[in-house]
Nanobody, 122 residues
């Protein structure tokens, strides 16, 4: 069964940090695959906040997280990460990872995780 499983969410105070992980099973991540993180807050549309292109490995970030979040991957562990720092209450959302086999940011994603909740509150 092909799946992505996120972990690392939780409750954090404003200004704090979290690192989300997303492990792929049933398929192997490699440098040709694009990876991305999305989030969806209550009552809002899902938004892509970070993406890493396949091959070149170039990254893109939403303006709302630029300079605070970093997307990365460890193909040897079949895992992608989202390092989040200086978290704000407006970062509260369910975070999902996604991947495109041999793809680029902006294409249709083949694989999705079920999501992990991040809550930023004092």
């Amino acid at each position: 069964q092909l799946q992505l499983v996120e972990s690392g969410g939780g409750l954090v105070q404003p200004g704090g940090s979290l690192r989300l992980s997303c492990v792929a099973s049933g398929f192997t991540l490699n440098d040709d695959d694009a990876i991305a993180w999305f989030r969806q807050a209550p009552g809002k549309d899902r938004e892509q906040i970070a993406c890493m292109n396949g091959r070149a490995g170039t990254t893109r970030y939403a303006d709302s997280v630029k300079g605070r979040f970093t997307i990365s991957r460890d193909n040897a562990k079949n895992t992608m990460f989202l390092q989040m720092s200086n978290l704000k209450p407006e970062d509260t959302a369910v975070y999902h990872c996604a991947a495109i086999t041999a793809g680029q940011c902006g294409m249709n994603y083949d694989h999705w995780g079920q999501g992990t909740q991040v809550t930023v509150s004092s």
